[in-house]
Antibody
Framework: QVQLVESGGGVVQPGKSLRLSCAAS????????MHWVRQAPGKGLQWVAV????????YYADSVKGRFTISRDNSQNTLWLQVNSPRAEDTAVYYC???????????WGQGTLVTVSS | DIQMTQSPSSLSASVGDRVTITCRAS??????LAWYQQKPGKAPERLIY???SLQGGVPSRFSGSGSGTEFTLTISSLQPEDFATYYC?????????FGQGTKLEIK
């Protein structure tokens, strides 16, 4: 079955960097686009970024554009989110999600918590 | 960007009740809308996609309808496991946008 496991979260100082990973299994990773979605403590879901199945197309939320970079390695079945110059408002649980053939997230990982604090 | 306005933000209901949650898009999105359920401390789970297509394994008491700018999620007869937070997501254009969420609580 589809399994998505995020890692790399933790406490990061404002202005530093962090890279989140998402290890995928149970499906043909190279055939599907992948998303990052985040949820600040006690708040709703916020879409962050998407990358196409082959990595050729990427889109970002305005709030992270220029600071976050989504990437993937289809040979390793792994998705990443590079978080640069984090701010306090980036504190959230970050979920990776697989999209289906209609480009909608269907399966989600359990999330990894990023806390931006000095 | 497309704004999604979800209502109500919270709702109290009883087991067996029929419940409806609404999402309105700031511009037409055809039928490009999904609904998710999230329980505390858990990842969201997809219930509906393309406005009215039921995700495999989801009980038939869940249904979705609408197109263009107005969409609804209906639970025909609430069960104890349905008390959760529900979100809509437009998948018509980037950036994708979620509704603010509806917290469904036991009356």
């Amino acid at each position: 079955q589809v399994q998505l496991v995020e890692s790399g979260g933790g406490v990061v100082q404002p202005g530093k960097s962090l890279r989140l990973s998402c290890a995928a299994s149970g499906f043909t990773f190279r055939s599907f686009g992948m998303h990052w979605v985040r949820q600040a403590p006690g708040k709703g879901l916020q879409w962050v970024a998407v990358i196409s199945y082959d990595g050729s197309s990427k889109y970002y939320a305005d709030s992270v554009k220029g600071r976050f970079t989504i990437s993937r390695d289809n040979s390793q079945n792994t998705l990443w989110l590079q978080v640069n110059s984090p701010r306090a408002e980036d504190t959230a649980v970050y979920y990776c999600a697989k999209e289906d053939t209609v480009l909608v997230p269907d399966y989600w990982g359990q999330g990894t918590l990023v806390t931006v604090s000095s | 960007d497309i704004q999604m306005t979800q209502s109500p933000s919270s709702l109290s209901a009883s087991v067996g009740d029929r419940v409806t949650i609404t999402c309105r898009a700031s511009q037409g999105i055809r039928n490009d809308l999904a609904w998710y359920q999230q329980k505390p401390g858990k990842a969201p789970e997809r219930l509906i996609y393309a406005a009215s297509s039921l995700q495999g394994g989801v009980p038939s008491r869940f249904s979705g309808s609408g197109s263009g700018t107005e969409f609804t999620l209906t639970i025909s007869s609430l069960q104890p496991e349905d008390f959760a937070t529900y979100y809509c997501l437009q998948h018509n254009s980037y950036p994708r946008t979620f509704g603010q969420g509806t917290k469904l609580e036991i009356k």
